[in-house]
Nanobody
Framework: QVQVAESGGGLVQAGDSLRLSCEASGRTFSIYAVGWFRQASGKERESVGSIAWNGRNPWYADSVKGRFTIFKDNAKNTVYLQMNSLKPEDTAVYSC????????????WGQGTQVTVSS
């Protein structure tokens, strides 16, 4: 089993930056990729981006492309979501999850971390 835990959320102003962490533990050798997701109040959860467990092939949703960067610290089994030029519409609970294969669903969700961007 794999466990993930997010951290790094907070209250920032529009234009600020924030870095979220997703630390994986347990059977990390089984991880194929890590995905970042967010859910704003009253809205459905949406994908933000993902990265392969080897730190390659980052993918980003159009809404964050050019502002967010996903990267991995292999020594710490941690995936980061660097968020720059934050906008009020980025306000949401951000969560990470893992998948164990290219066609496997994301699972082992963390509890999420709140990001609030004030205008």
């Amino acid at each position: 089993q794999v466990q993930v835990a997010e951290s790094g959320g907070g209250l920032v102003q529009a234009g600020d930056s924030l870095r979220l962490s997703c630390e994986a533990s347990g059977r990390t050798f089984s991880i194929y990729a890590v995905g970042w997701f967010r859910q704003a109040s009253g809205k459905e959860r949406e994908s933000v981006g993902s990265i392969a467990w080897n730190g390659r092939n980052p993918w980003y949703a159009d809404s964050v492309k050019g502002r967010f960067t996903i990267f991995k610290d292999n020594a710490k089994n941690t995936v980061y979501l660097q968020m720059n030029s934050l906008k009020p519409e980025d306000t949401a609970v951000y969560s990470c999850a893992v998948r164990t294969g290219s066609h496997s669903p994301y699972k082992n969700w963390g509890q999420g971390t709140q990001v609030t961007v004030s205008s």
